[in-house]
């Protein structure tokens, strides 16, 4: 069974750096591109990153220059270094496979992030 584990998240103030980490246990992440999705309360869920299993990285554009998505394809993880936060990067960070435009397994329970004025 596919299980993904986000964690590193926290309460973090204004210009702060946070490095967010999701593993995978069941081997889903090998050959499949990999994407973080955050959820903000009230809000729908929406994608952050996505890298490929070659390492190329494209980030939505609220976060382009912020946050850094990258990979260990030996530890079956990814991670999200987020720099300069901001209150609106406030939202549970989640993890998944992608393949094309498809998701694939299911949501981990994800990390919450706070961002404080």
């Known amino acids: 069974q596919v299980q993904l584990v986000e964690s590193g998240g926290g309460l973090v103030q204004a210009g702060g750096s946070l490095r967010l980490s999701c593993v995978d246990s069941g081997s889903i992440f090998s050959g499949n591109d990999v994407g973080w999705y955050r959820q903000a309360p009230e809000e729908q869920r929406e994608w952050v990153a996505r890298i490929t299993v070659g390492g190329r990285a494209t980030y939505a554009d609220s976060v382009k220059g912020r946050f850094t998505i990258s990979r260990d394809s030996a530890k079956n993880a990814v991670y999200l270094q987020m720099s300069s936060l901001k209150p609106e990067d406030t939202a549970v960070y989640y993890c998944?496979?992608?393949?094309?435009?498809?998701?694939?397994?299911?949501w981990g329970r994800g990390t919450q992030v706070t961002v404080s004025s």
């Open positions: 998944r496979a992608m393949y094309r435009t498809l998701l694939l397994g299911n």
